[in-house]
């Protein structure tokens, strides 16, 4: 069982037969996979800038011509030909995150040796993977870890016997690459990625793989080895130890990147002296010092919260692998959580990767995070922004992560800037405008090259839906500076295309036009297929919010002008939500049959969630509607998919029917074959499968977990809105909340007991729980008002925590 019997750890009992069972570490910028093999270990390195290409004009002046001739075709309802004449608005393919290399550990161990007493784990808490077995009677253990205050992946590797670790150590890259000793402890790989790669959606690797020394991106991998005791010796094989007892391997890394607006080539930085610098700085540390270091700085996040959703001791003492195969074969109808730990540690561990690949100043966390062993990855490895790349930072505000956040916001305000000229070239419009996909170059055109198809290449809202992040981190922050120099400025930009974008449909709405939804298709009255029509329910939902959030903003900032006035006006004439012939909400302005009735997107719902236009309280006859088309999507999908619904129906307030995506997205899949496939659930290291791997639904399952806790989207913190029976005692800490507060919570058979609030801003505090309460503060009852909908206000102060109970316990 694992050490310290921390709930806090994956672990094995084998090492990783495939690269989806391997155990990820990072520090935001550089990541590695450990697979912890005993004759030889790999472990499989990534940086976050290294990626393909470069930055180029993308924008397509005859998207601008095409768009009136698009638009009345769209308005006229001849919608085949519309979709057909999109595939002229579009632009150039995005580029892909790139593998860095691998780091090989050839032991001194005979091939044929059977190890005894093999361990592999990932300590989520101090962000640490182990390895450990005993052959001939000694004991190996291996430590590894991606320090974020010292910028290396240190490998710690120790003998439990004196003289008895040796080892070589070489580095690879299935990039271009070229490998050579240093002083006598070092090995440097200098290596470059592609200067162009084209698009591919399945996993061989398709030509062309441009190399270009004029272009591509260049990089630096710097390996050191430290030990007391044995000999060290490098050669352009490798490190050579001998007959140590410990040895430390420090690895570094950088790359050319300079800016998403320059040359990785031309205008880049010399990664070299980078490198060097990191690793000269570590090593002239401690291990102690470095590993103490970085389990400080990993715990000032991770140990923000806490979360217990019980225990079955029944698999408490099983390795992860079996406790997942375990909780799949489980009685159906059973009402009680077969493994809540378990639930509990995929919770923890979707914290974990956010921490571990998003920090200040790195690139946000892509489709696998920062984690990808191929060329050629699924999907490039990008960012996917009509809902992957979001739904990765669903977590980083409510999960108290807000630092983690920012590498996002970081990237909304790049496309801003790059997308102003999309905006202007590409449809004549003000404001800046991004479509589906993007990449460390801050690509903002549609992609697809005139023969992409409309269902996913053409669709113009995804600056809208960006900037709900924006307000969002002021939301919970309430930081106003940040709200007037960074958040307004962007979201004002991405109001001002939806102004130019919207058009009146002929009878008093405002519609979009051309519109899609993303990624699914619709058959038109004749029986043909396509994307393209008007008023997608999608964007007049991210319009509405966006809008709603500019006057909200405003609000707060003082502004108001003609810019307010005209997001008002428009606001008021957006063409309202349409409900079908099924009962169904509907998914376009029209109530068209959609091709793929159990389709992965549920697009048409985001004003449920992550949106707020659409809410019990308000709007309870739009949500039987609601219910009605997730009934016809199914439960049953790819995990993300899982995990966004898992989020809608927390929403709605149904704990028990939100555990069921819990119960599905608990699948595990087979790591054999990583191909893609429609089965969503976990890898046997718990990363999410679409499949293939998407790092997108470990977010957005940790988000869920969060919203069927505690809901503050109201303006009110709603206290236990959806708790599951599967959950009847239990207990949070440390999770936040829109206003500035912090919440700690605990309830038993079902039943709230207790809650602690912080109040970080001094706002005043509205709170609902399903009970009637008392609020203390420091031995004190708090003076409070009741409200509508069972809802009680107190008043705070910065800094005080405040302490809620049942008024009759």
């Not at 120790?158 to 990039?175: F, I, K």
């Not at 191929?374 to 930072?393: D, E």
């Not at 819990?662 to 074959?673: E, R």
Request: with cysteine; charged share 20%.
């Amino acid at each position: 069982m694992p050490e310290n019997n921390s709930q806090n750890k994956l672990w094995y009992q084998q090492p990783a037969r495939a690269w989806v069972e391997a155990l990820p570490v990072g520090n935001g910028r550089l990541g590695a996979m450990i697979f912890g093999g005993v004759q030889e270990e790999r472990i499989q390195l990534n940086e976050d800038t290294l990626w393909s290409g470069g930055p180029k004009d993308w924008n397509n002046p005859e998207a601008k011509t095409v768009l009136p001739e698009v638009r009345r075709l769209v308005l006229e309802g001849d919608y085949v030909a519309a979709n057909d004449l999109s595939k002229k608005m579009q632009g150039p393919y995005v580029q892909s995150y790139q593998p860095m290399g691998n780091l090989y550990l050839s032991f001194n161990v005979p091939a044929e040796a059977q190890p005894n007493a093999y361990y592999r784990d990932l300590d989520l808490d101090r962000a640490l993977a182990t390895t450990r077995f005993e052959v001939a009677g000694v004991t190996y253990t291996q430590t590894v870890f991606a320090s974020h205050p010292d910028q290396v992946i240190a490998i710690r590797l120790t003998a439990s016997e004196a003289g008895r670790l040796s080892l070589s150590a070489r580095l690879d890259s299935e990039l271009h690459y070229s490998v050579a000793p240093g002083e006598a402890d070092t090995l440097i790989l200098k290596g470059q990625a592609p200067a162009h790669l084209e698009p591919s959606y399945r996993f061989e690797i398709p030509d062309p793989i441009i190399y270009n020394d004029q272009e591509g991106m260049r990089f630096e991998v710097q390996l050191k080895a430290l030990s007391d005791s044995g000999t060290i010796a490098a050669d352009s094989e490798g490190l050579h130890i001998k007959e140590a007892d410990a040895v430390t391997l420090l690895l570094s890394a950088a790359t050319s990147y300079n800016g998403y607006d320059r040359s990785p080539a031309r205008e880049g930085v010399d990664p070299a002296p980078i490198a060097s610098k990191h690793l000269e700085q570590a090593a002239s540390q401690s291990y102690a010092a470095l590993l103490q270091r970085h389990i400080d700085n990993h715990q000032a996040l991770f140990r923000r919260v806490s979360l217990d959703l019980g225990t079955n001791d029944e698999v408490t003492e099983l390795p992860t692998d079996e406790r997942l195969y375990r909780y799949h074969d489980k009685k159906e109808g059973a009402a009680i959580s077969p493994d809540p730990e378990l639930e509990a540690l995929l919770f923890q561990y979707g914290r974990y990767l956010l921490i571990t690949s998003s920090r200040p100043g790195t690139q946000p966390a892509n489709l696998q995070g920062i984690w990808n062993d191929m060329i050629r990855p699924p999907w490039s490895s990008n960012y996917t922004i009509n809902i992957n790349a979001q739904m990765n930072y669903w977590l980083a505000e409510t999960t108290n992560l807000s630092e983690c956040h920012l590498p996002l916001l970081d990237l909304i305000k790049g496309l801003s800037i790059n997308g102003r000229k999309t905006a202007q070239v590409n449809y004549g419009a003000n404001g800046w405008v991004a479509h589906h996909n993007t990449d460390i170059w801050r690509h903002t055109s549609p992609v697809g090259e005139g023969t992409g198809n409309p269902v996913w290449a053409n669709w113009q809202m995804s600056a809208g839906w960006l900037c709900r992040h924006l307000w969002e981190h002021y939301a919970f922050t309430g930081d106003k500076d940040y709200l007037k120099d960074v958040a307004w400025p962007v979201m004002v930009g991405a109001a001002e295309f939806c102004l130019d974008w919207l058009v009146d449909d002929g009878e008093g709405h405002l519609v979009t036009a051309p519109s899609t939804t993303p990624e699914i298709d619709f058959f038109t009255p004749d029986g043909q297929r396509a994307a393209v029509t008007k008023g997608a329910t999608m964007d007049l939902a991210i319009t509405w919010d966006l809008f709603t959030n500019c006057l909200d903003a405003a609000a707060v900032l003082g502004e108001d002008d003609a810019f307010v006035e005209q997001v008002h006006e428009a606001r008021a004439r957006l063409l309202p939500y349409q409900v079908g012939s099924r009962g169904q909400l509907q998914e376009w302005a029209d109530d068209l049959q959609e091709t793929d009735p159990q389709h992965r997107h549920v697009s048409h719902l985001y004003g449920v969630y992550p949106g707020k236009q659409l809410t019990p309280d308000k709007t309870p006859e739009l949500l039987d509607a609601v219910r009605k088309t997730l009934d016809i999507r199914g439960d049953a999908s790819t995990g993300w998919s899982l995990a966004w619904k898992l989020n809608l129906w927390a929403r709605l307030r149904d704990g028990d029917h939100a555990h069921r995506l819990i119960d599905l997205l608990f699948t595990p899949v087979d790591t054999s074959n990583v191909g893609y496939g429609q089965g969503g659930g976990l890898y046997l290291n718990l990363f999410d499968a679409h499949p293939p791997f998407q790092i997108d639904g470990n977010f957005g399952y940790a988000s869920g977990i969060a919203e069927i806790l505690i809901q503050s989207h109201l303006g009110y913190i709603h206290l236990l809105p959806a708790l599951p029976q599967a959950w009847p005692s239990g207990s949070v800490t440390g999770l936040r909340t829109r206003g500035g507060f912090e919440v700690s919570l605990s309830w038993q058979d079902g039943q709230f007991t207790q809650a602690e609030i912080i109040s970080h801003d001094g706002n005043p505090c509205i709170v609902r729980v399903d009970r009637p309460l008392q609020v203390w503060q420091v031995g004190t009852q708090v003076e409070t008002r009741a409200t509508e909908n069972d809802l009680i206000e107190f008043k705070t102060h910065r800094g005080r925590k405040y302490t809620l109970k049942p008024s009759n316990a």
